[in-house]
C-alpha cells in the first residue's frame, strides 16, 4: 500500500517519502533493464506481459515523480485538475484508483486540452499543445518507462531527438566528427507538421513489430484516439497524430520516424555502398 505519508517522519517528494521513492525507482530500472537486454539479445522478440510492468505500484509511483516534478504538471488538462489538487486531495488514494481502473480494463484517456503557442523565431506562427489530464499523463509515462528500453534498443545511433541522455549539442559533435572524415554537406531539413500528421496505422505496425500484449496496444491506440478540445470548446477526433504534450508523443513520434532512419541509413553502415571502406574499394577501381 502507499502512504501518503513517510512512516519514519522523513523527507517527502512529490508526496513520498525518499525510501519509498528510492525503492520504487531500484524495481523500476531493474525492469527497464531486464527488458533492454531481452530487446537487445532478440531482434525478433515480440513482448506478451508488459501491461503487469505499466501497472505495478513502483512504476505508476516514477511516473507521477516525472510529472509532478515537471513544469507541466502545474497546468491542468479538461478536467481543471493540477497536481498539487491530487497531492492535496490524497495521492494514495488517487494511484490506488488509478492502477485499479487499469487493471480493471475501465481506464480511458480523456480528449487532450488544446492550447495554442507562438513558434520559436518570431514568425507568427503557431504550434498546437495538446494537454492531457494529469491522470493520462501518469498513465503515460508509465507506459513510456516499459515501453522506450524495448524501442530504444533498435533506434539508429544517429538519431538524437528527444532520446533519454542525448542532446542536440551531441548532434552537433557528431557532424564535427563527419567533417573531419571528409564529408562537407549537411542537409538541414524539417517535417512540417510532423506530430500533428503520424499515421496511426502505420505507427501501431512498427509498435506492433516489438508488442505482443494486447492491452499494452490497446491502451497506446486510445491515447492516439483521444481526440482534442479545442480553445473555442469544441471537441474534435484525432485520426491522425500524436498531440505535442503528451509525455509518450515523442517515444511514439521516434517510432513511427525509425523506418525513415533506417531508410537513410542503411547504405551507410558497414559493407553497404556508402560505407568507408565500399567508397574506398571504389577509389581503387577507377
Known sequence: MLKDAPLDGGALTHGFADHVLHAAQVRVSGMQAKLHRWTATDADRRFDDLFNFVCDPSTLTIAWTRVAGNTGGRSAGI?????????????????????????????RPTPVRERMIPKPGGNGKMRRLGIPTVADRVVQAAAKLVLEPIFETDFEPVSYGFRPGRRAQDAIAEIHLFGTSGYRWVLDADIEACFDMIDHTALMGRVRARVKDKRVLRLVKAFL???????????????????????????LANIALSVLDEYVH?????????????RRKTRRTH
Open 225 to 251: 484516439k483521444a481526440g482534442i478540445l479545442t480553445e473555442l470548446g469544441e471537441e474534435r477526433d484525432t485520426p491522425t497524430g500524436t498531440p505535442q504534450g503528451g509525455i509518450l508523443s515523442p517515444l
Open 266 to 278: 542503411a547504405p551507410w553502415k558497414p559493407g553497404q555502398a556508402m560505407s568507408t571502406s565500399q
Open 79 to 107: 478536467d481543471g485538475v493540477r497536481a498539487a489538487d491530487i497531492e492535496q486531495a490524497g495521492l494514495a488514494r488517487f494511484l490506488e484508483d488509478l492502477r485499479s481502473d487499469l487493471r480493471s480494463g475501465i481506464f
